[in-house]
Structure formats: structure tokens, C-alpha cells
């Protein structure tokens, strides 16, 4: 076991916001990678609500065994209104205090992250974001944990819906997650051969999507997908399907909306090999001193980037990927 000579002899990890599998790998990875180092590592249970409510307990490498291949997050996760107040993270810090914690790996998006930065400033406490969410969408890395899985969870549940709306020729819209960003979305639509892709990057029009379906019909096609993210602006995939419906009573219109089943089930390679690397990096940027930024990976690469450009800014979708998507859908 390599020799610890850094001040960090306690982490606390926790896990905030909306679940996103890999999250139970990145535990394990920060776990096992205190343990390589000779730190002792504190599971915090239900996010900052656990910071809060001290629901700290210690966790060693076979604490996390069986664990990587597991969808959700087994240390709980909750969005905390109390930590929002200053007394709130006042209850917090004496938590960390009590336990002697030196730093804290949060696994979460941007507004736990922005959370852990609050803490930081008014109590000290150092601490490195690993980013997990499905959307996709935060800065400083080119993945986020748990967006392949749902993305791979949402291309399987469209290919399922193709077969039903070819038996019936029926037009179908498909909700998928994203309610800020069209990456689940304009990923799905590609990979599934969809009609039409709807996302809140993008200005689209009903016009256009009408424009759409007569194209399909004058080259014959009987059945059509169209995928929507969650956010996007024209009104919900409820009142797209009805407005489609009014300009073509002739249409067997029906709607899925996919919901919280991409936020399940068991994590894919490129996740469980993203998050464990993150998991580790996180321990290794706390041992060499660094706090307040968040570990990615970008062009393949590991880098650090500071919490307040993670939050800040957000993730592009690829303009040459829409461009994709349109001659596709021709």
C-alpha cells in the first residue's frame, strides 16, 4: 500500500440530486481508492440531508462489494431544503467535525455542486464533484455518469415502440428525459431512425414537424417516430400529439412518455469504467490538494475544472450531429 503523505486522512462521499446509474461504481472507486492510500472513507446516507442529520457510516472495500453492476445509488440521494439555509449547513459542519472528515467527493450535478461550494466558503471543508447525471449537460467533461445507460435504456424502449407502430402504422411520439438539454434525445432519435427530433437547444416549429410527416408520406412511409425531450419548447409531447392529430384525423397518433425508467437499471461498460475512473481521480485530486473542482474527462483525458465553470456553463450539442439527424431523416 503506497504511503499517505497528504493532510486527508478522512473522506466523505455522498451522492445528491437525481440518481443516474454508475453512481454505486463511483462509491466503490472512491472507497477502494481511500483504501489504496490509507484513508479512511465515511459514507454519508440521503445526500446533505445525511450531512445534516449525521447518517454517517464507514465504509471499507468489502462495504461496496457487488456493487459496481447496481442501478441507483445505495448510499440514498435527496435534494435538501435544509442545507439551502445557513443554519442548515451549520448542523452539516458539525457533523463533519464530529467525524473528523477532512474532505468531501460529491457525486451529483450542478446544484449539488454548487451546494458543496456554499459549504466550502462558509465552513472550509474541501471537496471534488464527480458529475452524475443522465442529461448529460455539465461542463468539464464529455460524459457525465450515467448518460450512456440512459441513453442506451431509451434507444431500447424506441426500438421496442418501432415495432408496434410498424404492425399498426401508427405515428408515435416519444418522451424522453432532458428538460434543460436534447443530448438523450438527439442521440435516441439518431440511433432509432426517428422522423422527427425535438429538443430545447433548438427552435423548432409545428410547421416544420408538419412539413416532416408529409415528407414521409409522399415517399410512402406508414409509421413514424418522433422523439421529444422533456423540455422541449413547443408546448409537450401531449399537446404535439393532439395538434398532429387535429391536421391529420387520418392518423393513428399515440404517445410514450419513457419517464424514470432511463434513470434505472443496471449501468453499462462506458459507465462503470467512467465512473470508477472519476471515483479514483476525485481521491487523488483531494490528496494532492485540490477542492472546488469537479473531474471529467475530456477527448479521453482526465482533467480538473473548476466548480464554478461547471455550474456556469453547460454542454453543446454537437451542431454536426443535428445536421446528422436531418439527412437521416430524409
Not at 445525511?50 to 445509488?73: A, C, F, K, Q
Not at 391529420?248 to 469504467?273: C, M, N, W
Given at each position: 500500500m503506497p504511503q499517505n503523505i497528504s493532510k486527508i486522512k478522512k473522506i466523505g462521499v455522498l451522492t445528491s440530486g437525481g440518481d443516474s446509474p454508475g453512481m454505486n461504481a463511483a462509491i466503490r472507486s472512491v472507497v477502494r481508492a481511500c483504501n489504496y492510500y490509507g484513508i479512511v472513507c465515511c459514507g454519508i446516507r440521503m445526500g446533505y440531508e445525511g450531512l445534516i442529520n449525521d447518517y454517517v457510516v464507514e465504509l471499507g472495500p468489502r462495504s461496496v462489494r457487488n456493487l459496481i453492476n447496481r442501478g441507483g445509488t445505495e448510499l440514498k440521494s435527496a435534494r435538501s431544503q435544509e442545507f439551502r439555509t445557513k443554519e442548515g449547513r451549520e448542523k452539516a459542519a458539525k457533523t463533519v467535525k464530529k467525524h473528523?472528515?477532512?474532505?468531501l467527493v460529491i457525486i451529483g450535478g450542478d446544484g449539488s455542486f454548487t451546494g458543496g461550494t456554499i459549504f466550502q466558503k462558509e465552513h472550509g471543508v474541501p471537496f471534488i464533484g464527480v458529475p452524475g447525471t443522465?442529461?448529460?449537460?455539465?461542463?468539464?467533461?464529455?460524459?457525465?455518469?450515467?448518460?450512456?445507460?440512459?441513453?442506451?435504456?431509451?434507444?431500447?424502449?424506441?426500438?421496442?415502440?418501432?415495432?408496434t407502430a410498424t404492425s399498426h402504422n401508427r405515428v408515435f411520439f416519444v418522451e424522453v428525459m432532458g428538460r434543460d438539454?436534447?443530448?438523450?434525445a438527439l442521440n435516441s432519435g439518431i440511433a432509432t431512425g426517428a422522423l422527427d427530433i425535438l429538443i430545447p437547444e433548438e427552435k423548432d416549429s409545428i410547421e416544420d414537424l408538419f412539413i416532416a410527416f408529409e415528407k414521409a408520406q409522399e415517399k410512402g412511409k406508414s409509421s413514424s417516430i418522433?422523439?421529444?425531450?422533456?423540455?422541449?419548447?413547443?408546448?409537450?409531447?401531449?399537446?404535439?400529439?393532439?395538434?398532429?392529430?387535429?391536421?391529420?384525423?387520418?392518423?393513428?397518433?399515440?404517445?410514450?412518455?419513457?419517464?424514470?425508467?432511463?434513470?434505472?437499471?443496471?449501468?453499462?461498460?462506458?459507465?462503470?469504467?467512467?465512473?470508477?475512473?472519476?471515483?479514483?481521480?476525485?481521491?487523488?485530486g483531494l490528496i494532492a490538494g485540490k477542492s472546488n473542482v469537479m473531474a471529467g474527462m475530456q477527448s479521453s483525458k482526465l482533467v480538473f475544472t473548476p466548480i464554478e465553470e461547471a455550474i456556469k456553463k453547460?454542454?453543446?450539442?454537437?451542431?454536426?450531429?443535428?445536421?446528422?439527424?436531418?439527412?437521416?431523416?430524409?
Amino acid at each position: 500500500m503506497p504511503q499517505n503523505i497528504s493532510k486527508i486522512k478522512k473522506i466523505g462521499v455522498l451522492t445528491s440530486g437525481g440518481d443516474s446509474p454508475g453512481m454505486n461504481a463511483a462509491i466503490r472507486s472512491v472507497v477502494r481508492a481511500c483504501n489504496y492510500y490509507g484513508i479512511v472513507c465515511c459514507g454519508i446516507r440521503m445526500g446533505y440531508e445525511g450531512l445534516i442529520n449525521d447518517y454517517v457510516v464507514e465504509l471499507g472495500p468489502r462495504s461496496v462489494r457487488n456493487l459496481i453492476n447496481r442501478g441507483g445509488t445505495e448510499l440514498k440521494s435527496a435534494r435538501s431544503q435544509e442545507f439551502r439555509t445557513k443554519e442548515g449547513r451549520e448542523k452539516a459542519a458539525k457533523t463533519v467535525k464530529k467525524h473528523n472528515i477532512d474532505a468531501l467527493v460529491i457525486i451529483g450535478g450542478d446544484g449539488s455542486f454548487t451546494g458543496g461550494t456554499i459549504f466550502q466558503k462558509e465552513h472550509g471543508v474541501p471537496f471534488i464533484g464527480v458529475p452524475g447525471t443522465i442529461d448529460n449537460d455539465i461542463f468539464g467533461t464529455d460524459y457525465t455518469v450515467g448518460y450512456d445507460t440512459a441513453l442506451n435504456t431509451a434507444v431500447d424502449a424506441i426500438d421496442k415502440i418501432r415495432d408496434t407502430a410498424t404492425s399498426h402504422n401508427r405515428v408515435f411520439f416519444v418522451e424522453v428525459m432532458g428538460r434543460d438539454a436534447g443530448f438523450i434525445a438527439l442521440n435516441s432519435g439518431i440511433a432509432t431512425g426517428a422522423l422527427d427530433i425535438l429538443i430545447p437547444e433548438e427552435k423548432d416549429s409545428i410547421e416544420d414537424l408538419f412539413i416532416a410527416f408529409e415528407k414521409a408520406q409522399e415517399k410512402g412511409k406508414s409509421s413514424s417516430i418522433v422523439i421529444v425531450a422533456e423540455g422541449e419548447k413547443l408546448g409537450g409531447v401531449y399537446d404535439l400529439a393532439k395538434f398532429t392529430k387535429m391536421k391529420y384525423p387520418e392518423f393513428d397518433v399515440k404517445v410514450t412518455v419513457l419517464g424514470h425508467i432511463q434513470r434505472g437499471g443496471s449501468p453499462t461498460v462506458a459507465d462503470r469504467v467512467l465512473a470508477s475512473r472519476l471515483g479514483v481521480a476525485a481521491v487523488e485530486g483531494l490528496i494532492a490538494g485540490k477542492s472546488n473542482v469537479m473531474a471529467g474527462m475530456q477527448s479521453s483525458k482526465l482533467v480538473f475544472t473548476p466548480i464554478e465553470e461547471a455550474i456556469k456553463k453547460h454542454n453543446e450539442i454537437d451542431k454536426d450531429l443535428i445536421k446528422v439527424a436531418d439527412i437521416l431523416s430524409t
